[in-house]
């Protein structure tokens, strides 16, 4: 099937579609990272909330375009599976918003920032290795350095979540515990933000594997 769709005419617009999602988590991401800066709380999470709506719009237009498409790029399923990964990044970021307003919390531990900057770390990876796709066979080493750098940030900031948790456990353990069960609350789910990146590290690698 792989030299037959090579000889087909290529749907090239599933390119242009991950690109636009990519542009979309990195601006929810620098959002996020202002937001965990303190800087104006309630507008970066109504930009991120709009980012995400974006995103949703963009997703499902790419499985509308799998549907309707004789030839994609590479394999339907690996489609999918890429964009879905991208799309539950951005979901995630929007759970923690939702987190954020719902305990009204306004600064961050010094932990939360740095992983915010994680966050962007990752998300601009992964928006460098997007465009890579359309010629992959081209940038597989690329590609390869991307997802292993995002690996990377994955790793540290499981670091910093674990030791943000100690942090929190120290100062509010034994006389604040509601501060400690938000404040882990919200590591959590920055530390699943950093996982759902590396999630779609994973998938570009396969679909590169697959194809080169």
Same mark, same amino acid.
């Given at each position: 099937?792989?030299?037959?769709?090579?000889?087909?005419?290529?749907?090239?617009? =599933?390119?242009?579609? =991950?690109?636009?999602?990519?542009?979309?988590?990195?601006?929810?991401?620098?959002?996020?990272?202002?937001?965990?800066?303190?800087?104006?709380?309630?507008?970066?999470?109504? *930009?991120?909330?709009?980012?995400?709506?974006?995103?949703?719009?963009?997703?499902?237009?790419?499985? &509308?375009?799998? *549907?309707?498409?004789?030839?994609?790029?590479?394999?339907?399923?690996?489609?999918?599976?890429?964009?879905?990964?991208?799309?539950?990044?951005?979901?995630?970021?929007?759970?923690?918003?939702?987190?954020?307003?719902?305990? $009204?919390?306004?600064?961050?531990?010094?932990?939360?920032?740095?992983?915010?900057?994680?966050?962007?770390?990752?998300?601009?990876?992964?928006?460098?290795?997007?465009?890579?796709?359309? *010629?992959?066979?081209?940038?597989?080493?690329?590609?390869? !350095? &991307?997802? /292993? $750098?995002? !690996?990377? !940030?994955?790793?540290?900031?499981?670091?910093?979540?674990?030791?943000?948790?100690?942090?929190?456990?120290?100062?509010?353990?034994?006389?604040?515990?509601?501060?400690?069960?938000?404040?882990?609350?919200?590591?959590?789910?920055?530390?699943?933000?950093?996982?759902?990146? /590396?999630?779609?590290?994973?998938?570009?690698?396969?679909?590169?594997?697959?194809?080169?």
């Amino acid at each position: 099937m792989n030299w037959f769709r090579k000889l087909m005419p290529r749907e090239d617009r =599933f390119f242009d579609l =991950f690109e636009r999602h990519s542009r979309t988590i990195v601006g929810a991401a620098e959002a996020l990272n202002e937001l965990l800066a303190g800087k104006d709380t309630e507008q970066h999470c109504q *930009r991120i909330v709009a980012l995400e709506n974006e995103a949703d719009e963009i997703a499902r237009e790419v499985l &509308l375009a799998v *549907r309707r498409s004789f030839i994609t790029p590479f394999d339907r399923g690996d489609i999918k599976d890429l964009i879905m990964s991208m799309d539950d990044a951005i979901d995630m970021m929007h759970k923690t918003v939702k987190t954020i307003r719902l305990f $009204e919390q306004t600064s961050f531990d010094p932990r939360m920032q740095e992983m915010g900057g994680a966050i962007v770390q990752a998300a601009k990876l992964v928006a460098e290795a997007i465009p890579l796709l359309d *010629r992959m066979g081209a940038n597989s080493a690329r590609l390869s !350095v &991307l997802t /292993e $750098e995002v !690996v990377k !940030v994955e790793g540290r900031s499981d670091e910093l979540h674990e030791q943000g948790l100690k942090d929190l456990f120290r100062r509010h353990g034994g006389s604040n515990p509601m501060a400690y069960i938000i404040g882990s609350e919200i590591y959590g789910e920055l530390e699943k933000v950093v996982d759902r990146f /590396e999630d779609v590290a994973n998938e570009i690698s396969g679909i590169v594997i697959e194809n080169v």
